[in-house]
């Protein structure tokens, strides 16, 4: 009786929580799509664990074309080249000063991971500050080009104002001469 009294109680005040009580019907449809894949069709066992996000998955979607061209991604060549050395001196010196060759091994993996990471992001923040840069650049060179056009164009206004003036004062000089002579 006291449980039916709380439904009771919960369908006078509405419910309390927001998955409770019956959905909107355009919310049911946005869920209606769980087990359908893109194309609408169910999705079985099967294909589920087949899509399952797992390393080989995460691999397979990987061609053949970008492994050949990964060496071509800006900034790629260079983190590389930098992590191999850098892995092969950390592993060297651990190796130097008396730690296991598996951990020596270890020492050379983790460095060339930290250092492949670490290059690669340094080397995207640079190509970020130059693009920057050349923005910056092109802004100006548009500003001083249209900075260039107005300053011409206010001095061809000068000169055709100043020629007005050279014509005016011309043709009020020619108004005051005398228009005869004596010789």
């Known amino acids: 009786m006291a449980e039916e009294r709380d439904e ?33 069709r169910p999705i079985t066992e099967e294909k589920a664990n ?70 690669y992001q340094w080397c995207q923040f640079e190509r970020k500050k130059a693009r920057e840069g050349m923005r910056k650049a092109v802004e100006i060179v548009d500003r001083r080009r249209k900075e260039r056009e107005i300053r011409a164009a206010i001095e061809v206004k000068r000169r055709a104002e100043e020629q007005a003036a050279l014509e005016e004062e011309e043709r009020r000089r020619k108004a005051q001469q005398r228009w005869y002579r004596f010789w």
């Open 8 to 40: 009771s109680e919960g369908a006078a005040r509405g419910p309390r929580r927001i998955y409770e009580g019956k959905l909107p019907e355009d919310v049911e449809k946005l869920f209606a799509g769980r087990g359908e894949d893109m194309k609408g």
């Open 50 to 119: 087949k899509y399952e996000p797992t390393l080989t998955n995460g691999l397979r979607t990987i061609k053949m074309e970008d492994w050949k061209t990964f060496h071509k991604q800006p900034c790629v060549r260079e983190s590389l080249m930098t992590a191999i050395a850098s892995g092969f001196a950390g592993g060297g010196v651990a190796w130097i000063l008396g730690k296991k060759t598996w951990n020596a091994c270890n020492w050379a993996v983790g460095t060339y991971l930290f250092a492949s990471f670490t290059a």
